[in-house]
Nanobody, 118 residues
Framework: VQLQASGGGLVQAGGSLRLSCAASGSIFSINGMGWYRQAPGKQRELVAAITSGGFTDYADSVKGRFTISRDNPRNTLYLQMNGLKPEDTAVYYC?????????????WGQGTQVTVSS
């Protein structure tokens, strides 16, 4: 099982980016999924999470600007980021609880860099 994140890049403040995270491999089921980020010198933090039923939760710092969604048949997670600020600059990681080979495990994507210039 692998998570492949994409969609990061360099954008000016106020701009938008859409991150994607595709899960592949021998997947029987996916439960919760989420996006985390880690800025230089800081701890990794939860940005947004979504359950298999579509319930969402956001960090206060991104509420009203970011939207998390998922395409269950395609095992893909998205993060639409609008109104980006320089403080959103970080490496963004996707995360998922996946049932594979009869076991539930937590998987992480490789990270995608988001840089917001002022």
């Amino acid at each position: 099982v692998q998570l492949q994140a994409s969609g990061g890049g360099l954008v000016q403040a106020g701009g938008s980016l859409r991150l994607s995270c595709a899960a592949s491999g021998s997947i029987f089921s996916i439960n919760g999924m989420g996006w985390y980020r880690q800025a230089p010198g800081k701890q990794r933090e939860l940005v947004a999470a979504i359950t298999s039923g579509g319930f969402t939760d956001y960090a206060d710092s991104v509420k009203g600007r970011f939207t998390i969604s998922r395409d269950n048949p395609r095992n893909t997670l998205y993060l639409q980021m609008n109104g980006l600020k320089p403080e959103d600059t970080a490496v963004y990681y996707c995360n998922a609880d996946i049932l594979s080979g009869g076991r539930w495990r937590e998987y992480w994507g490789q990270g995608t860099q988001v840089t917001v210039s002022s």
